[in-house]
C-alpha cells in the first residue's frame, strides 16, 4: 500500500512538472475544515486538489465565520459538510477527532492532525521524502529531535517507521519525552531505539535528522514553554560534524530550531519536504476519491 502511494505520488510529480495539473477530479469537492492553524497542510490539500481539477470548499482561515462559534458540534458540522463534498479534510485541536469525525460521516474523513495525536499524511510525506533523497529507509539511523510529546508528525511518522529496518534515537529535553504509548510498540517490535537529551550524541551517526518545533500550544503552564523553548538549535556548525549524505527535514514551521544558515547546506532537506506534501496529498485524494 506505502509503496503503491509513493508510486502514485512519483506519477503526480511527472504529471504536475510536465503539465501542471490534469482532469482526473473533475467535478469532485473537497472540505478543508481547519479548526487549528494550518499554512503547508491546508494549501498543499487545496493545491493537490486543483491541481487535478477539482475543487475545494476552504474552512481554513476563519472557522470563527462559520457556524462553529454557534457552538455547533463536530459531528453536525461534518455531517452538513457531506451533504456538499466528497470527501472532507479535518484538523482539530482534540486528540480522536478525525475518528469521532469518521464515524459520523458516510464520506472518507481525512485527518490533517488531531491535536498532540496524529499526523498520518504528514508521515506519508516525511517517510516518502527519505525514501526519496536517501534511497532506502531500511538500516537508516533517524534521530528525531525537539518537542516528542506533543509533536503528532513524530507520532505517525514512528508508526510508519516501526515498519522498517531502521534505528530510532529521541533527542528531547526530559518534560518532552516521547509518550510511553508510541514508544512501546518500536520496543516491542525489536527497533534498535534509545532516548537522549543531547543532539551532540547523534549528529554524528545519524542519516536523518528530523527537527520538530516546541508546541507552544498544548502547554498549560508557560513557565514550562519558557524552560524549553530554545532547547535546540541546529548550526551550521554543528552540520559540520554530521555525515555529507545525510538529511536534515522538519514538518515546519520551525521557530528558531534550524539556523537560517543551515538553509543553503544541501543536506537541508525541509523545503523539498515541503513540496512531497503536494504530491503525496494528490495521490491520497485521488485514492480516496476512487480515481
Ligand atoms: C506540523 C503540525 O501541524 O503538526 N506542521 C505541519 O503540518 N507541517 C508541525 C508543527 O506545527 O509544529
Do not use: W
Request: proline share 4%; hydrophobic share 40%; aromatic share 6%.
Amino acid at each position: 500500500m506505502l509503496e503503491h502511494i509513493f508510486s502514485r505520488a512519483r506519477d503526480m510529480r511527472k504529471m504536475v512538472e510536465q503539465d501542471g495539473g490534469n482532469d482526473l477530479l473533475k467535478g469532485r469537492i473537497v472540505a478543508c475544515l481547519f479548526y487549528e492553524p494550518s499554512t503547508r497542510t491546508s494549501s498543499s490539500f487545496i493545491a493537490a486538489m486543483e491541481r487535478l481539477g477539482g475543487q475545494v470548499i476552504p474552512i481554513t482561515q476563519g472557522v470563527q465565520f462559520s457556524s462553529v462559534t454557534k457552538g455547533e458540534s463536530l459531528e453536525d458540522t461534518i455531517r452538513t459538510l457531506e451533504q456538499y463534498a466528497d470527501v472532507i479534510v479535518l484538523r482539530h485541536p482534540d486528540i480522536g477527532s478525525a475518528t469521532r469525525a469518521a464515524h459520523a460521516a458516510d464520506i472518507p474523513i481525512i485527518n490533517a492532525g488531531d491535536g498532540a495525536g496524529e499526523h498520518p499524511t504528514q508521515a506519508l510525506l516525511d517517510l516518502f521524502t527519505i525514501q526519496d533523497e536517501l534511497g532506502t529507509v531500511d538500516n537508516l539511523k533517524i534521530a528525531m529531535v525537539g518537542d516528542l510529546r506533543f509533536g503528532r508528525t513524530v507520532h505517525s511518522l514512528t508508526k510508519l517507521l516501526t515498519l522498517f529496518d531502521v534505528s530510532l534515537r529521541y533527542v528531547s529535553p526530559d518534560i518532552l519525552r516521547i509518550p510511553m504509548n508510541i514508544l512501546n510498540p518500536v520496543i516491542d517490535a525489536g527497533i534498535d531505539v534509545r532516548e537522549t537529551n543531547d543532539v551532540s550524541e547523534v549528529i554524528e551517526q545519524c542519516d536523518v535528522l528530523y527537527v520538530t518545533r516546541v508546541q507552544k500550544e498544548r502547554f498549560t503552564d508557560m513557565t514550562e514553554y519558557d524552560g524549553v523553548k530554545s532547547y535546540y538549535e541546529i548550526t551550521p556548525e554543528l552540520m559540520q560534524r554530521a555525515k555529507d549524505k545525510m538529511i536534515v527535514m522538519h514538518p515546519l514551521p520551525r521557530v528558531g530550531e534550524i539556523s537560517e544558515a543551515v538553509d543553503d547546506d544541501p543536506r537541508a532537506a525541509y523545503f523539498r519536504q515541503v513540496k512531497n506534501g503536494m504530491f503525496i496529498r494528490m495521490a491520497l485524494l485521488a485514492e480516496v476519491l476512487g480515481r
